[in-house]
């Protein structure tokens, strides 16, 4: 039996942490101002703007906060992975925030369209301008964390709707500004809303998958069957699991009966090396056992 393992510095998303609270920090700051500006001018896509940005900073404490917690909190007898997976719910937890935005956004615009208010276009447009500037700098800091994290990814996905966001604020004041339309406001607050929801749809269906163990989509379970299978004194591969402790910690159990001569350490090793450097798996638990003895596993129903 073996276990081979390498958790380097841990999950993905607390090697992105420094960026995480840097990226907190600009959001709480101009959170303040628009929403004084929003609720004074009555904007609706400055509101739902500032809308996206309380979600937003909350995301991102909820992300900080999880990756604390799984870091402080390492593996017990009783908690035997930790509490990575706080990681994952606070992701899933973002995007149910998200879905929650976007519908009350898209409520009341609808219900504005059929008589919209007046929305002074200045106050709107610098505001919008300070969004951007700091919604672009948040963006940058979380880029590269959500390649490989799907707790960052949720506070990136956030970053980024509420980057829009201020594009489409900024497009509603200078059009209510130059041209005095009121329809601008509450349609831009639509094409808002409208576009944070395939995305979070992305976010909530990513986190369900790691949450019920699901294979990584980028791991070909099949393949790997196969490979370990076609090692030197390999018989037989069973109960292969492959699933996501939280992003960038895959997980690999499986049963290796072997042929009478082949030599257990040898094929462990071999096994473990295919796993590590072929499938980018090194946590995984291999029992190396005979041919004979594996028939007990078939009488096991899951």
Known sequence: MGHGHGHGAGSASGRHLPKLVAALGIGFAFLVAEVVVGVLTGSLALISDAAHMVTDVFGLAMAVTAILLARRSGPTYRRTYGLYRAEVLAALANALLLFGVAAYVLTEAIGRLSNPPVVPGLPVLLTAVGGLIANVT???????????SLNIRGAYLEVLADLIGSLGVLASGAITLTTGWRYADPIIGVAIGL??????????????RILFQHAPVEVDVER???ELGALDGVRDVHDLHVWTLTSGMEVASAHLAVEPDAEPARVLAEAQNLLAHRHHISHATLQVEPYESARRCEELTW
Do not use: D, K, N, Y
């Open 224 to 226: 790997i069957a196969s």
């Open 138 to 148: 948040a963006f940058a800091l979380l880029r590269s964390g959500a390649q490989e």
């Open 195 to 208: 576009f944070v929801l395939p995305r979070t749809a992305g976010l909530a269906r990513r986190a369900l």
